[in-house]
């Protein structure tokens, strides 16, 4: 059964920083794309970075780049979000996501384009 787990979100002020995890299950690893969404209530889900697990491609929404970094633990299965400078816009559920398929690699950070879902880690930021 394929399965993503988020964990690591939590409650911070602004200006601080978490790091969020996803650690994957029941498929292969390498040669996926791996990508991290967030929806904030009343609004839609957002493309916020991705990672090609064998390409180690990387690719970020606009509102999150030079202060979101996307990364991998390839022994672990487990690709992480480090977000630094954290604003109270960035308050929201944050899903990790991947494409799993005939067709894994990554392309724009559209979440239709991806098949297997986590169930979401909360980020509050408080200002």
């Known amino acids: 059964q394929w399965r993503l787990v988020e964990s690591g979100g939590g409650s911070v002020q602004a200006g601080g920083s978490l790091t969020l995890s996803c650690t994957t299950s029941g498929f292969t690893y390498s040669g996926k794309c791996i990508g991290w969404f967030r929806q904030a209530p009343g609004k839609g889900r957002e493309g916020v970075a991705s990672?090609?697990?064998?390409?180690?491609?990387?690719r970020y929404g606009d509102s999150v780049k030079g202060r979101f970094t996307i990364s991998q633990d390839r022994t672990k299965n487990t690709v992480f979000l480090r977000m630094n400078n954290l604003k109270p816009e960035d308050t929201a559920m944050y899903y990790c996501a991947a494409i799993v398929g005939p067709r894994s690699g990554c392309g724009p950070l559209e979440p239709s384009l991806f098949n297997v879902w986590g169930q979401g880690t909360q980020v509050t930021v408080s200002s």
């Open positions: 990672l090609g697990t064998g390409s180690f491609t990387q």
